[in-house]
């Protein structure tokens, strides 16, 4: 969950550190005069004793990965900042209460939820969507064979000394490219086979997004939650690394789970694969086009030409997103904490104080970047 901000200020010192105990000590005291209330740290209390990774379970609230990519995934598109408050308040109650999370989807708010999803959708739906492109296509195959949609057009082809010619329809190309954008978006409806649990967390979801005090404990609580998670899945995006807070979620999850399991999932990887769709279909949709207006193999090389110019923008695109493989592996072999940004100053102390106590120092959880992770 990556904030804004700089990063100039060296590792906390001992005088930070009595500073927070000092704010956690008054802090305390207020947090002690009703003994009904549950006894929840606040975040000078979690620095002051280094208790970031105190689960708060009151507010441990997750989403099924299904739930959040329905609705045409808004829940990814969601930016809260630019919703009402009533609305705000209305992502709270997507999620429920949960013991634990089988995902921590970790990510950065710089980079537009358009691509997060589109990744997830992919990685989740993509054997589900692709059973709808197979039913879809297979009974529009069976249904031009019969007859019983009409082929308007009729194609010629010259193959050495033979004349073949033939009607066909546009209809295998239309349901194949409708079937995989609606497989795609139908995928989070399907019932899971092996009915294996999703819950995860999804901060817009699992952080109370109106309610201050709420939001406080979610935002210092993380490290908590991550504690109690299987695996922290990264969907990684070039500003990843850049973030203070997504550098803290990494640390504090190999941390509270030495042995769990980091999936770093660069968003670039289904990028790649609708471009190439894309320039499947842009040709084909060309050579139909020839193929409706002559009907010969006359102009057959010509609508090839055309059909492959609009590809070269996307092999274009393809190429920035090939780059962007090296510069995850760039970013990863020259990772420095100190370059990081956060938006608060608190924040910068709360971040690397406990990365301090948990790595040694910011040097070595350095070269656990540089090395253990990148491997």
Known sequence: MGQQGSVSEPAPSFVDVCGALEEGERANKSWTLDSNQSKIPDKFQRLALLGHLEVDAEIARGISLKESLRQGGQLWLTRPPNLDERSRAALWNRSRPVENFDLFLSHTWITAGKWKLLSLLLQFGSHKALFVWVLGVGATAVLTVLGVLPSPWTVQVHLLDCHISGAVGPWILLVSALATVLGLLAAPYFPSIRRRSDVCFVDVASIHQSDTDLMERGIYGIGGFLSISSELRVLWSAPYLSRLWCVFELAAFRTANPTGKITLSPLFVELIVVLILLMQYVHSTFLWAHWAWRGDDEYRHLSHMIGVLPCFFMMHLLRKAHLLKHELFSNLENFDISR????????????????????????????????????
């Open 340 to 375: 990081a940004e956060c938006s608060t100053d608190f924040d910068k102390r709360f971040i690397r104080a406990a990365i301090v106590r948990w790595y040694g120092s910011e040097e070595a959880f350095t070269q656990f970047v540089r090395g253990p992770l990148r491997e």
